[in-house]
């Protein structure tokens, strides 16, 4: 008959083997849970990917060519990479990661976040870098109904809308004009070198400054970048009608909005509650609404917010709206992951107290053998 011990290989195994069955049952257990303003989330993304089929639309009606190499799901969002309107370098990942309709989820979650409630002000600075992430954020702005105070650097980065002839600001006024959205850009500057196109070529400005002309927004264009920061300032605080402005966005690398190349660094991606007094080597709109406690919501290295909220790098094709961490998470149960603890509680008890019994069975027979065994000494002793 086999004795029941603990340190036995039978029942080590046997534990062992409950342990892993536990542990399936834990994580074959987990359910799909919808984050929190799940609703809100999956609007917005149906909104930003409405957006975005739009524009295409507008674009294959007009027989512009697509490069579906460098823009593989054929958004037409992904621009050229020189043009007489590119201002900076950019990177095509990044671009086509911001396709993603399900981005509008984020700007939902960071708007939420920061505390934005309905009919609140948000000061929004867009480039024509990323026309993804503008409509990203226009649509999760719509979908929670605020009001965006919004000024565009027109210029943009290679691979963004850097087609003069259907810039940032012709793709916003064919989105209101067809009332997908309800907001547009109220100002809007050059971009670039010093926010006044510094290191394009004449005719390349004159370009912006046709699309800032034809689209009947107001141009900001002072020979100073510090002019053109306090412009910016005085607009945003003009148009808020004696309301507060309770978060500010920055998408891409404007530079009036950054103040230098260096903060855009230094501010990290996604929300930042208020930014501290530093040695900002200029202090631009996004340091100084952070240094007034306004919420700074900063959409840039969006690497960064990819992974920490679950969406993919450079995606083909592109997920449906509602696809994502953002939306939905595995989780654990906890009824699942109770029930196999007790269980495995349990069984360790179990063997645990007949060890303890069988040790003490053992200790109470050695007196018994140790009397046995004096007795018989004795009885020798009597008998020589």
């Known amino acids: 008959m086999y004795k029941f011990r603990a340190k036995s290989n039978l029942v080590l195994g046997v534990l062992s083997l409950l342990s892993l069955l536990a542990f399936l049952a834990v994580e074959n257990g987990k359910t799909d849970v919808k984050q929190d303003w799940y609703a809100e989330k999956l609007e ?25 190499v460098n823009d593989p799901n054929q958004t037409a969002l992904i621009g050229q990479e020189f043009s ?48 993804g992430l503008n409509i990203a954020t226009m649509a999760a702005l719509e979908t929670l109904k605020i009001k965006p105070i919004v000024i565009t650097s027109v210029g943009s980065s290679n691979w963004g809308a850097n087609d003069p002839y259907f810039t940032w600001l012709d793709m916003e006024h064919e989105l209101v004009s067809s009332n997908i959205f309800h907001h547009s850009s109220v100002a809007a500057s050059i971009g670039g070198g010093a926010d006044i196109g510094r290191g394009l070529s004449p005719e390349g400005r004159n370009l912006i400054i046709k699309a800032i002309e034809r689209n009947q927004i107001e141009t900001i264009n002072e020979e100073h970048l510090e002019n053109s920061i306090a412009k910016r300032m005085e607009i945003y605080n003009t ?22 190349s260096i903060n855009g660094k230094l501010i990290l991606p996604g929300l930042t509650p208020f930014i501290p007094k530093g040695n900002f080597p200029v202090e631009g709109v996004m340091i100084q609404m952070g240094q007034q406690k306004i919420p700074v919501i900063h959409l840039l290295n969006i690497s ?43 069984v360790i008890l179990i063997v645990y107290f007949s060890e303890r019994k069988h040790y003490k069975l053992g200790t109470d027979v050695v007196p018994t053998l140790k009397g046995r065994i004096a007795l018989d000494s004795d009885s020798e002793n009597i008998l020589l």
């Open 239 to 260: 148009k808020k009608d004696g309301k507060p402005i309770v978060a500010f966005i920055n998408i891409g690398g404007g530079i009036a909005s950054l103040g230098n």
């Open 84 to 131: 007489l309107i590119t201002t900076d370098r950019g990177y095509i990942e990044a671009k086509l990661s911001s396709t993603n309709p399900n981005f509008a989820a984020i700007i939902v979650q960071l708007l939420k976040d920061a505390g934005v409630k309905e009919n609140d002000n948000v000061a929004v600075a867009m480039t024509g870098s990323f026309p």
């Open 44 to 68: 917005a993304a149906q909104l930003s990917q409405k957006a975005a089929d739009y524009l295409k639309s507008i674009r294959l009606e007009r027989s512009v060519f697509i490069d579906d």
């Open 304 to 346: 960064h917010l990819l992974a920490k909220y679950g969406l993919p790098t450079s995606p083909v094709p592109l997920p449906e709206p509602g696809v994502g961490e953002i939306f939905v998470q595995k989780k654990y149960s906890m009824v699942v992951t109770s029930v196999a603890t007790l269980f495995l509680v349990i």
